[in-house]
């Protein structure tokens, strides 16, 4: 009579054996191949992940993917998330790709003066997100809470960045990985001069997208920021145009003359101080730029149509150098 042991032994020998023989007839599929993506959900079973590969014709042979599950034991192991076979992989390249959790990873670049709609719509163009769920949750008190970010949404507090991302991520995990990578990146080195400034940070990240909207001159911004602190402590109207737009929601459009009269709490024709929040995420440049600006007496400003302004102290030369650009600009 064979005892326990042997009968063990032999088991495991039949279960090598047979382990063995799958592998041998294991092969990719055909060579008519085209790059497949799979999405394997948080929670699948190796049941299911097996059924979602086979599915999708990435398994020639779904038995020998689950004989490798079964005999190394990673059943539970498997990673989530989305997957791309550019080529036709074996069942072992199949099982070694989720066990190492070698997901698709997008290549997503914030541009600096991007707003939350801007960046819902990048992310929403690749699949990463639906827009309005981003939204909505960037403008969740408990998200907010949870992140430490002080106004009513999450603009002004993304970093403007290139960042790594997975489908796999919620809208809460991709506003979690811009919002530390904003304090990481500012927060340490300028901590102690937001204190000094007398602004809350909240204030000052909406100075610095004011900054963001009004110049990409990063030699000009020093002074834009010093025109909004002069304008501030006058108790004058910022008279800025980004902010009339971002309360109307009409990006990329011209403003008129009564959307410069259309009452909003960014309208800051209307209202005297600064707006209730940023009106977009700015870079390093903007942010500097609102924590020092330039020794100036300058109050107004006017764009040369070039991208760059002039910058003027006094009312008159301003209409002045408004006058000239207009005529400059209706001539081109």
């Given at each position: 009579?064979y005892?326990?042991?042997?009968?063990?032994a032999?088991?495991?020998l039949?279960?090598?054996?047979?382990?063995?023989?799958?592998?041998?007839?294991?092969?990719?599929?055909?060579k008519?191949?085209?790059?497949?993506k799979?999405?394997?959900?948080?929670?699948?079973?190796?049941?299911?992940?097996?059924?979602?590969?086979?599915?999708?014709?990435?398994?020639?042979?779904?038995?020998?993917?689950?004989?490798?599950?079964?005999?190394?034991?990673?059943?539970?192991?498997?990673?989530?998330?989305?997957?791309?076979?550019?080529?036709?992989?074996?069942?072992?390249?199949?099982?070694?790709?989720?066990?190492?959790?070698?997901?698709?990873?997008?290549?997503?670049?914030?541009?600096e003066?991007?707003?939350?709609?801007?960046?819902?719509?990048i992310?929403?163009?690749?699949?990463?997100?639906?827009?309005e769920?981003?939204?909505?949750?960037?403008?969740?008190?408990?998200?907010?809470?949870?992140?430490?970010?002080?106004?009513?949404?999450?603009?002004?507090?993304?970093f403007?960045?290139?960042?790594l991302?997975?489908?796999?991520?919620s809208?809460?995990?991709?506003?979690?990985?811009?919002?530390?990578?904003?304090?990481?990146k500012?927060?340490?080195?300028?901590?102690g001069?937001?204190?000094?400034?007398?602004?809350?940070?909240?204030?000052l990240?909406?100075?610095?997208?004011?900054?963001?909207k009004?110049?990409?001159?990063?030699?000009?911004?020093?002074?834009?920021?010093?025109?909004?602190r002069?304008?501030l402590?006058?108790?004058?109207?910022?008279?800025?145009?980004?902010?009339?737009?971002?309360?109307?929601?009409?990006?990329?459009?011209?403003?008129?003359?009564?959307?410069?009269q259309?009452?909003?709490?960014?309208?800051?024709?209307?209202?005297?101080?600064?707006?209730?929040?940023?009106?977009?995420?700015p870079g390093?440049?903007?942010i500097q730029?609102?924590?020092?600006?330039?020794?100036?007496?300058y109050?107004?400003?006017?764009?040369r149509?070039?991208?760059s302004?002039?910058?003027s102290?006094?009312?008159?030369e301003?209409?002045?150098?408004?006058a000239?650009?207009?005529?400059?600009?209706?001539?081109?």
């Amino acid at each position: 009579m064979y005892s326990q042991k042997f009968k063990v032994a032999l088991v495991l020998l039949l279960g090598m054996a047979s382990l063995f023989a799958f592998l041998l007839m294991d092969t990719p599929p055909s060579k008519d191949w085209q790059m497949a993506k799979v999405v394997i959900p948080k929670g699948s079973t190796s049941s299911e992940v097996a059924r979602l590969l086979a599915e999708r014709k990435v398994l020639q042979h779904p038995l020998v993917f689950r004989m490798l599950i079964l005999g190394s034991m990673t059943g539970k192991r498997l990673k989530f998330g989305e997957y791309s076979f550019p080529t036709p992989p074996s069942a072992v390249e199949a099982w070694k790709k989720l066990f190492r959790g070698e997901v698709t990873r997008y290549s997503v670049t914030i541009p600096e003066g991007s707003n939350l709609y801007d960046i819902a719509k990048i992310l929403g163009g690749i699949e990463l997100v639906d827009p309005e769920k981003f939204l909505e949750t960037a403008a969740s008190p408990e998200v907010l809470r949870r992140l430490g970010i002080p106004g009513a949404t999450s603009e002004g507090f993304l970093f403007p960045d290139t960042y790594l991302l997975e489908k796999s991520m919620s809208p809460e995990d991709i506003l979690e990985v811009m919002a530390r990578r904003f304090r990481r990146k500012i927060l340490p080195e300028w901590e102690g001069r937001v204190r000094e400034t007398g602004f809350s940070l909240l204030q000052l990240v909406t100075i610095a997208s004011i900054i963001e909207k009004e110049t990409g001159v990063d030699e000009e911004k020093p002074f834009v920021s010093a025109v909004i602190r002069k304008r501030l402590s006058l108790g004058m109207p910022l008279q800025m145009d980004p902010t009339v737009i971002y309360g109307l929601k009409r990006f990329g459009e011209e403003l008129t003359k009564k959307d410069l009269q259309t009452p909003s709490p960014y309208n800051s024709y209307l209202n005297r101080g600064l707006p209730p929040g940023p009106i977009a995420n700015p870079g390093i440049s903007a942010i500097q730029a609102a924590l020092f600006p330039a020794d100036s007496d300058y109050l107004y400003f006017v764009s040369r149509n070039d991208g760059s302004h002039k910058f003027s102290r006094t009312l008159q030369e301003h209409n002045r150098g408004v006058a000239s650009y207009r005529k400059e600009k209706t001539v081109d």
